[in-house]
């Protein structure tokens, strides 16, 4: 089973959520991923000159899951608008320009059931609305 952490940047203080010791690459900006990457190969050799076969990236600090959701959850109107939005375009830009049948009624799944788990009531009706328009 793979090994979920949120790991803390010392340099940013921005969460970045690993799995298995590596960060996410849609999740972490390219800035901070290449520096943890870097961090990684800098660690592969132990002191006696043999390589390590498994390392940690450099600087990343360990922090209490349950605190960070008590700091950062819920999100406020903003925050939880301007992630949705995030999620949904990087959805859009992974999605295959040919899907198969299964995929395209797994997405039309989503968005039919999307607004009955939204946690913004007058978002949720705007949304409930503009998919009644839609039909």
Not at 33 to 52: F, I, P
Not at 117 to 127: D, L, Q
Request: proline share 7%.
């Amino acid at each position: 089973m793979a090994e979920e952490k949120v790991y803390v940047d010392p340099e940013t203080g921005t969460p970045i959520p690993m799995k298995d010791g590596k960060p996410c690459r849609v999740c972490v900006d390219f800035k901070t991923w290449a520096r943890l990457g870097k961090g990684k190969k800098e660690d592969n050799k132990t002191k006696d000159g043999t390589q390590q076969t498994e390392s940690k990236p450099k600087k990343i600090l360990t922090k209490d899951q349950d605190e960070w959701r008590r700091e950062n959850c819920p999100a406020d109107v903003k925050t939880l608008g301007r992630h949705t939005w995030t999620l949904l375009h990087t959805m859009a830009a992974y999605y295959p320009e040919k899907p198969d049948t299964q995929q395209q009624q797994s997405m039309k799944t989503f968005f039919e059931s999307f607004s009955e788990h939204y946690p913004c009531w007058f978002c949720k009706v705007s949304y409930e609305q503009k998919k009644k328009e839609k039909k």
